[in-house]
């Protein structure tokens, strides 16, 4: 019988980028964003605080973009700060690339089992899914989720008795399945 995993996030993942004012490597998404408007030309930019000073930062959403250019709500929940939507511009490749700055996940997701039935189980089919674009080793998923060590888990896959289509040891953010067996 195939078990569902889901990994979730539980809050905003922080952002890794140098502070110009205190030099330290990490800020917290504030939820909060800022429009400017140029005539009928909209700069949209979501702010962030430095988690060691409180300054702020603005990371590039959108720049010189026409207002009809825009999909319908989108203005609207820019202007209500929309927390859903910081949460799908974090994830959004292109704005990661054009502002230079990558996501920090420790502490922000954890790890849905859907109950323990699983845990007296012979034989394992798992499928893992994942609800947001959060980087993790199949590894450490399978250890939380059985409640072994990552040296359990590598010795059971090196004898294969845990078995899956994609690297165990490489961080992962797509969906996936495995079987283990005991």
Known sequence: MLTTWV???TCLPT??????????GRFRASGKFRVNAHHKLLDIWLL????????TVKFSVRERVPVRSLRPGFLDRLHDNDLGLTAELLQDPAVL?????ALDWDGAWRLDTGGTEHLGQEVADVSVRFAARIPVRPVRLVADGFGLSRGEVERLAAEGKLVSAVRLDSRLSGD???????
């Open 97 to 101: 690339r054009h502002n230079r700055i």
């Open 176 to 182: 996936f399945t495995f079987a283990l067996k005991r």
């Open 48 to 55: 962030a605080l430095c988690t060691a000073c409180g300054e």
């Open 15 to 24: 952002v890794r980028r140098r502070c110009h004012v205190c030099g330290a």
């Open 7 to 9: 990994v979730m996030p």
